[in-house]
C-alpha cells in the first residue's frame, strides 16, 4: 500500500499560505490599487481572470495531467454535483455562465483538492488514489464546489484588500508550488510571519462549516451516499495522523475540527441510510489507474506487478480489491515496458470484471493502451471501439488513425468535437496532428493555436496565428490556394485573443 504524503486537503485556505517574502516587499500601497469591483466584493469576471491567471501556470506545470481515462471519471461525478448544485439553487445563472467549472488533475502524490478562484478546481491523483468510492469523491468535490458557489473565495479576497487580485494570484501559485516540495515549504515556512499570513488567508471556520453544510446538500442530491462524507472524513484524520511529523505545517491549522466531525456525524445520524457501501470495481480500478500515474517509482510498480500475478479468485468481495490489483499491476506493467506481462494480466482483470458493462470497457481500453504502448497500431485498432462517443476513444482513436494513414476518419470525428468543447486543448492538438498529416498546414497552425488558447496560453496563441497570417500572405510554393474562409477565420481569431492580451496587460497594473 502507497504511503501517499499527506500535504493539505480539502481547501485553497491551506494553499494559501506561504508567501515569499520578495513577493510580500513588492506588495503596492492601498491607494494605488485598482478596486476589486465595486468595493463591496470581486466581480464575477475579475475572479474569472485570476482564476485563469492560476490556471495557465498549472497547465504548464509539468505534473498537470489530462489523462482521458480518469478525466472521464471525474467529470461524471463532477457534472452530477454541478447539476444538482443548479437544482437547488446553489449555483447562479450568473456563476454557471461566468466560471469555468473546470477540474484541473495534477500527477501528484499528495492527498489534496482546492477550490480556486474562477470555478476552477484543482485535484491532485493521490486524492483519487485513497478513495474507495465514488461517494467519497462526490463529497470532496462537493466542499470545493459549495466554496466557490458561496463565493468563499471573492470574501476572502474583499478581506485582503491591501492587495491587488494579481498579487494573491502570485501568492496562491507560490503556495500551490511549495506544497509539492514539504522540504522548500519547512525552509520558508518559518516563523510568526508564515502564521500571520495564513490567519489573514484561510477560508474562516463559518466558511468551512458552511462549505460542509451546502456540500452535504449537494452530493445527497446528486444521489450519493452521505456515509461517503464520513468515511471520506476519517480517510482523511487517518493520514494526517500518518504524517503528522511536524514536517507538514498546514496540518496544525488543519480544518479538521472537532466541531466539524460533530457536525458530520449528527447529519449522517439524521438520514436513514446506513447501510455499508457496497466496494465499487469502478474506483478500485480508477484509485489503481491514480496511484501507477502518480509516479510511484520503479520499486512500487514492481511491486505491483507481481503482488497482481499472486492475485487469486477468492470471491464476491475480493473481487472488487482485485479489480483494483490487476488493473495497477496491468499498467505497472505496461509503464515498464513489460507487454507480455501486461497481456496477461489484462487478460485476467477482462475476465473478472466481464459482468460490469462500464468496468469491463476500462478494462477493454487498458487493452488497447498495451497495444498502443507496444507500438503495434493494428492490434490496438482491432481493440478499440474508435467510433465509441468517449472521449477515451476519440483521444487513443485519433492518434491510431492519423498514425495508420486514416487522418481524414480522425479529423471528421476530432472537428465535431472541438466545435463542443473548445477548451480541450488536447484535441486541438490532435486535429492539429492529423491536418499536418494530411499536408493542411494552414489549418493545422490554426488548431496549434486553439490549443494554446484552451491552455490559456494567449501570447502563445499570438505567435501561432501570427504565423498562420504570415503562411496566409506568402503561402509556400507549391501549397495551391489558400483557403478564403480559413483565413479569415485566422484574422477573426487573432483580434479576439489580442483583446484578451490587453485585457490582461491591464490586469497587471
Ligand atoms: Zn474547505
Known sequence: MLRAPVALFLIASNVLTAVPAAAQARATPASQLPSLGDGSSMTTSAERRLGERIAREIYRDPDYIDDPVLVEYVQGIWQRLLDAARQRGELTEELDQR??????????????????????????????????????????????????TQRHISRMMESQSRQTPWMIGAMILGALALSKSPDASNALIVGGQAAAVQSQLNFSRDMEREADRIGYGVMTQA??????????????????????????????????????????????SQDDRSH??????????????????????????????????????????????????????????????????????????????????????????????????????????????????????????????????????????????????????TAWQLLAAAYAAQGQTLRSIRAEAEMQVARLDYSGAMDRFRAAQDWVRKPPPGSGPVDDIEASIIDTRTRQIQALLKEQALDKQ
Request: proline fraction near 7%; avoid cysteine.
Open 276 to 425: 455499508p457501501m457496497a466496494p465499487n470495481t469502478m474506483q478500485a480500478m480508477m484509485a489503481a489507474r491514480a496511484r501507477v500515474l502518480g509516479n510511484p517509482g520503479v520499486d512500487l510498480l514492481r511491486a505491483w506487478v507481481s503482488e497482481a500475478k499472486s492475485a487469486r479468485p477468492t470471491g464476491p468481495a475480493m473481487d472488487v480489491r482485485n479489480a483494483g490489483v490487476l488493473y495497477a499491476g496491468t499498467l505497472s506493467a505496461l509503464r515498464q515496458r513489460d507487454f507480455a506481462a501486461a497481456r496477461s494480466l489484462v487478460v485476467r482483470l477482462q475476465a473478472l470484471v466481464a459482468p460490469d458493462a462500464a468496468a469491463a470497457r476500462i478494462a477493454h481500453l487498458l487493452a488497447a493502451e498495451i497495444e498502443w504502448g507496444a507500438g503495434d497500431l493494428p492490434a490496438t485498432a482491432a481493440l478499440l471501439d474508435m467510433n465509441a462517443p468517449g472521449r477515451p476513444e476519440l483521444v487513443l482513436g485519433s492518434q491510431v488513425r492519423t498514425r495508420m494513414g486514416q487522418a481524414s476518419e480522425a479529423i471528421a470525428r476530432l472537428q465535431p468535437w472541438v466545435a463542443l468543447h473548445p477548451r480541450d486543448g
Open 223 to 268: 444521489g450519493y451516499d452521505p456515509l461517503g462524507f464520513v468515511s471520506m472524513f476519517e480517510k482523511l484524520q487517518q493520514a494526517s495522523r500518518i504524517s503528522d511529523n511536524g514536517s507538514f505545517p498546514y496540518l496544525r491549522s488543519h480544518p479538521l475540527t472537532t466541531e466539524r466531525i460533530a457536525d458530520m456525524q449528527l447529519r449522517q
Open 99 to 148: 466560471f469555468a467549472w473546470e477540474v484541473l488533475m495534477g500527477a501528484d502524490r499528495t492527498i489534496n483538492a482546492f477550490a480556486l478562484p474562477g470555478g476552477y478546481l484543482g485535484l491532485h491523483l493521490g486524492l483519487i488514489a485513497v478513495v474507495e468510492q465514488p461517494d467519497e469523491l462526490a463529497s470532496v468535490l462537493g466542499h470545493e464546489l459549495s466554496h466557490v
